[in-house]
Nanobody, 116 residues
């Protein structure tokens, strides 16, 4: 059974940092790409960052230079290090997994609030 368990959200002041974690389980060898998306109130869900199985990463323009996606293969975990956070980064962040066979899975979401 495929599961994605997220952690690490919370409240942080502008300019602060947070690290999100997403632990994957189930058919690990089938994973093609893992990523983080976010959805702010009244807005569409958008891609924030992704890491492909070979290690290639890509980022939304709005987070380049501030966010870093990485993975620990031994722990089957993907991280999103978020620095220099801004109020506009406030959203529910979702971990996403896409498999080579086309399967797509979502985590339950974790709230990130950037506010003074």
């Amino acid at each position: 059974q495929v599961q994605l368990v997220e952690s690490g959200g919370g409240l942080v002041q502008p300019g602060g940092s947070l690290r999100l974690s997403c632990a994957a389980s189930g058919s690990i060898s089938s994973i093609y790409v893992m990523g983080w998306h976010r959805q702010a109130p009244g807005k569409q869900r958008e891609l924030v960052a992704a890491i492909i199985s070979g290690g290639t990463t890509n980022y939304a323009d709005s987070v380049k230079g501030r966010f870093t996606i990485s993975r620990d293969a031994a722990k089957n975990t993907v991280y999103l290090q978020m620095n220099s956070l801004k109020p506009e980064d406030t959203a529910v962040y979702y971990c996403n997994r896409r498999d080579y066979n086309g399967g797509a899975y979502w985590g339950q979401g974790t709230q990130v609030t950037v506010s003074s």
